[in-house]
């Protein structure tokens, strides 16, 4: 079923409409009608079309929050990574050096031939272990202490964030 309208438009676009008949080879009905609903078509899908361009701004946001996130938690790990290498105490077993990583991760003295277990550095002073040698001094206990929350930082963040390269909360 058709319907028809009558409507005064200026000669631009009835001369427009002419050639867009002409073109497609229909007449200026046709033409008309197919315009119109197009125009019609367009209209309604402004809104999906900019519900589209404001989901595309909020997805824009977050991942520059997530790059910023990243960096961030990147930045944390390299200074770990950098303070877990210093030397924090000396092995009460041989008196070498004991590094961060040695008593976090490893719990042990990383010398092949002494191995000793680091765990009393973390409970005694160094005047309380065996011999002198070994312990931990304030200074030391509290460089420690700021690598581990550090680690516990970035255990949290990438908890949290779905790792360092991000994801969702």
Do not use: N, W
Request: net charge negative.
């Amino acid at each position: 079923m058709s319907q028809t309208i009558y409507a005064r438009v200026p000669d631009t676009i009835k001369e427009a409409a002419d050639a867009h008949a002409a073109a497609r080879g229909v007449t200026l009905a046709g033409a008309v009608a197919e315009l119109l609903d197009r125009g019609l078509q367009a209209v309604a899908d402004e809104r999906s079309i900019g519900e589209l361009e404001r989901r595309a701004a909020e997805l824009t946001t977050e991942i520059e929050a997530l790059r910023q996130r990243d960096q961030a938690v990147s930045s944390a790990y390299q200074a770990l990574a950098q303070r877990i290498a210093q030397p924090v105490g000396a092995c009460p077993r041989c008196g070498d050096p004991v590094t961060g990583h040695d008593l976090l991760v490893l719990g042990r003295c990383s010398k092949p031939d002494c191995a000793a277990s680091l765990s009393e550095l973390l409970s005694r002073s160094p005047s309380t272990v065996a011999g002198g040698k070994g312990g931990l001094d304030d200074g030391e206990f509290k460089m420690l202490l700021g690598a581990l929350g550090l680690a516990l930082g970035i255990a949290y963040l990438s908890q949290h964030t779905g790792g360092i390269a991000g994801g969702g909360e």
